[in-house]
């Protein structure tokens, strides 16, 4: 049998999901319709930890949401108040149940579970060192690095999480749940996304607005970089234990990784979808009969695009969204004939056209040659790409999964070359100063950026430790991690 992901591989891959909610009855229920919102952030595997005032009960399974959680009988186990979830997607660590998060650690002051999108570029040398003092670990994930180190200090559960914190470098937005307490922190670079809600009088932290909107809960804000917000039976208590600094928010979040109907950092996903769309028609003009779509990642950009060209828009090509993940045998013909498993030509609209087609990203190039064929043997006259991100030309470390930079079609050929390998009649990609314009950010300040944009820029704005720390001994360990 063969995953399906060869098919798909001209997108990066979403990170993680976490979810938490304090001060409700059927917290677990309300967790699972929360995970379920955000499982296109993580389709690997889901987890649920809940404490009913005595005991931390949890289920974690690999797979999706709805078939991890379908049984009532599971829900009916996790008992509880107060509840964390996490849908992953696995950057670090192998694809296992020992390491399906919330992870949960029996710590000196009780049980400790944690549940973590992002991803730490220290957390192997932090591992060596913790593993010289006598940790022994049992996954192999960055996370657990956290609790290991909140087990080297003294003091409270938010003293000892500040403690961890404070050593480990890279991305987190965490939720984590204790006696009495949900947890959320978001590191002081706010690279990654965390929403707090509330439901009458139970409170919510979520990666994404989408997942308060399926529960009918009201948004409040975003948890802000940096902060540490504890909800407990007497309410919201927010904290900021690690400074102030310049945020660097995933700007990939509004290209192609959060949710169109989701609210981010104040703004509407969707709509900055269309302003990148309508800034690229701007920079990246040609003449066209229609503008098209490839699904569902480049819909809003093309509604742009198509608004300010003043190019008919149509859904050239329909997606098929019942393709599983685990399909047919991987003979040759069938790899070829893969992408035709997710997205078919409505050929009435591209036959004897001129069609410009508009996509998030382009990774290894593989899909997007495939679609494109398809495009040409449906009868169209000219092919063109339109990019809605800059060329993406360096890896990202902080919980995306993308292909080593050697992998990159844009990190080792021009625009030209990618339009070639490719086949279309043209190629362009939305320039960084243009992304920056349609997210009413001016130009892109080299000083002062604004975003985290180091997949297009090479701009880390953390140390990356363990990139630089790679001794031969270290590969093994380093390669299960990575």
Excluded: W
């Amino acid at each position: 049998m063969i995953s399906t992901n060869p098919f798909d591989d001209d997108h990066l891959r979403e990170e993680c999901g976490v979810f938490g909610i304090f001060g409700h009855d059927e917290a677990a229920a309300h967790t699972v319709l929360g995970l379920h919102a955000l499982q296109h952030r993580g389709q690997e595997a889901s987890g649920i930890v809940a404490f009913d005032g005595q005991h931390f009960n949890a289920h974690r399974d690999l797979g999706q949401v709805a078939d991890s959680f379908a049984s009532e009988s599971v829900i009916g186990r996790l008992k509880g108040h107060a509840a964390i979830g996490h849908v992953r997607y696995s950057t670090t660590g192998e694809t296992a149940l020992r390491n399906v998060q919330p992870l949960f650690a029996d710590l000196e002051f009780g049980g400790f579970a944690i549940g973590h999108n992002g991803n730490l570029t220290n957390a192997y040398t932090l591992r060596r060192e913790l593993v010289k003092r006598g940790s022994l670990f049992q996954s192999t994930t960055d996370t657990e690095v956290i609790t290991h180190l909140m087990a080297t200090t003294r003091g409270s559960i938010i003293d000892r999480l500040t403690h961890a914190l404070l050593q480990v470098e890279g991305a987190y937005s965490l939720v984590a749940l204790a006696k009495d307490m949900v947890v959320g922190v978001r590191d002081p670079l706010g690279v990654r996304p965390l929403v707090l809600g509330r439901l009458g009088n139970a409170h919510i932290l979520a990666s994404e607005s989408c997942a308060l909107d399926i529960i009918g809960a009201e948004f409040l804000r975003d948890v802000e970089p940096g902060e540490l917000v504890v909800l407990d039976g007497s309410g919201i208590h927010s904290l900021r234990p690690f400074g102030t600094t310049e945020r660097r928010f995933c700007i990939f979040e509004y290209i192609y990784f959060a949710r169109p109907d989701s609210v981010v950092e104040g703004s509407s996903v969707y709509e900055a979808r269309k302003r990148i769309g309508a800034e690229l028609a701007r920079e990246s003009p040609v003449p066209a009969d229609v503008v098209i779509p490839v699904p569902d990642s480049g819909v809003p950009a093309a509604l742009g695009y198509s608004r300010e060209a003043g190019i008919p828009f149509e859904l050239g090509i329909i997606r098929n969204h019942y393709v599983g993940r685990t399909f047919i045998e991987p003979t040759d013909h069938i790899r070829h004939l893969g992408v035709k498993l997710k997205h078919n030509t409505n050929r009435a609209y591209i036959e004897n056209r001129r069609v410009i087609l508009v996509d998030d990203s382009i990774v290894r190039g593989t899909t997007s040659k495939k679609i494109v064929e398809m495009v040409r043997s449906a009868g169209a006259k000219e092919v063109h790409m339109r990019i809605s991100s800059p060329p993406t030309m360096h890896s990202c470390f902080y919980g995306i999964d993308t292909p080593e930079r050697e992998q990159l079609l844009a990190a080792n050929h021009d625009v030209e070359e990618i339009a070639k390998i490719i086949g279309v009649d043209s190629l362009d990609f939305i320039s960084i100063d243009g992304l920056y314009r349609a997210m009413g950010k001016g130009r892109r300040d080299p000083d002062r950026p604004q975003y985290c944009d180091a997949c297009f820029t090479g701009d880390y704005p953390t140390a990356l430790t363990d990139q630089h720390d790679e001794q031969p001994a270290q590969l093994s360990l380093l390669a299960e991690m990575a």
